[in-house]
């Protein structure tokens, strides 16, 4: 198997499964908005690292070349390297709150944008009640 088939194999249902997190994270609304834009972009970059395997693997009838196969290591280098540049706007996921310290759930990591726990949150927006 080909270095490049097996990144397009893997990014393939990777990128399925943050097109799924990202349709479930709908459903927290306006509260999630910023970490359902995280996903997004997320998803863009794994299609664009697909779309790259894909290029790769597809060479000779694409471009009538056969191009290497380790081309997809700088690409994904790339890639990975504008993510970590924007890494504010990838990466909004943190696993423990953001005043006190206590451990978030899933739930708070993945849709919520506060990064706060159930706690703290209650007590910076009085008006909220957290959903147990």
């Known amino acids: 198997m080909y270095l490049s088939e097996g990144i397009a194999k893997i990014t393939y249902f990777l990128f399925m499964g943050i097109l799924l ?17 995280a996903t ?6 794994i299609l664009s690292i697909y779309l790259g395997a894909g290029a790769i693997l597809y060479a ?6 056969q191009l290497p196969d380790l081309l997809i290591l ?7 390297g504008v993510l970590y540049l ?4 990838t990466f909004p996921f943190r696993r423990r709150c953001c005043k006190c310290g206590a451990p978030l759930s899933l739930n708070q990591i993945v849709m919520r944008d506060s990064n706060l726990c159930s706690r703290c949150e209650a007590e910076g927006y009085p008006s909220v009640n957290p959903r147990n």
């Open 21 to 37: 997190l990202n349709i479930a994270q709908k459903r927290s609304g306006k509260a999630g908005m910023g970490k359902r834009t």
């Open 40 to 45: 997004l972009y997320l998803g863009i970059a």
């Open 60 to 65: 000779p009838r694409l471009f009538r070349t």
């Open 74 to 80: 700088p690409f994904m280098g790339i890639v990975l």
């Open 86 to 89: 924007y890494r504010e706007k």
